[in-house]
């Protein structure tokens, strides 16, 4: 099994591993590539779930703003942002916010204005046209069908001298890619 890799586009990917897990009650098969070129590891384009059950996957993550751990999670995305922004009335963009607004809550407990945006649960275009002083995108870059189209999207989204602050996790043989 091989496919162009969905980053690069400039090599085959070839099967890193194969994984068969249990998806809403069914034994479903993942086959999940690696670029030799960039060294992206991603899922099989033709396997990708439909629209209707990746919502429903994301939406039954267990993420509370009233959990001090994933408010800390969270906030080590804007630390970084925070020390570097010259105005106190700089305004960002949440990327893939996901279908509760935690980081825009904690960002305006700082007095912070931040908009929102994901693809199933905040999909208003109204932002599309304007661009941030920075960018927060918390384990939504691992989930990007198109990364090289994502990542151009995002720079259209930032002012000159703005911030991208990117969470997501760089592969190490602990992660399990059943889960």
């Known amino acids: 099994m091989s496919s162009i890799c969905i980053l690069c586009s400039q090599t ?12 809403f009650g069914e034994q479903k ?17 033709s396997e990708r779930l ?9 939406s039954q993550h267990q993420n509370s703003r009233e959990d001090p751990g994933y408010r800390r ?15 106190s009335e700089s305004i960002g963009l949440d990327y893939g916010s996901g279908p509760e607004p935690t980081m825009q809550q904690l960002l305006a407990e700082k007095g912070v204005s931040l908009q929102i945006w994901d693809p199933f649960f ?4 109204s932002f599309h ?10 384990e939504v870059a691992e989930h990007f069908y198109d990364p090289y189209k994502e990542f151009l999207q995002l ?11 990117l969470g997501t996790r760089f592969y190490d043989s602990s992660i399990e890619f059943a889960s």
């Open 50 to 58: 439909e629209n209707k059950e990746e919502k429903l996957r994301y």
């Open 12 to 23: 085959k990917a070839n099967l890193f591993q194969k994984v068969i897990a249990k998806h």
């Open 29 to 45: 098969e993942w086959h999940y590539l690696i670029c030799a070129n960039c060294e992206l590891i991603f899922l099989e384009p």
């Open 129 to 138: 046209n304007k661009s941030f002083d920075f960018v927060l995108c918390n």
């Open 122 to 125: 905040a999909n208003a275009p």
């Open 73 to 87: 999670h969270l906030l080590r995305l804007w630390h970084p942002v925070e020390s570097r922004l010259e105005s």
């Open 155 to 165: 720079d259209q989204f930032l002012k000159t001298r703005a911030y991208l602050s």
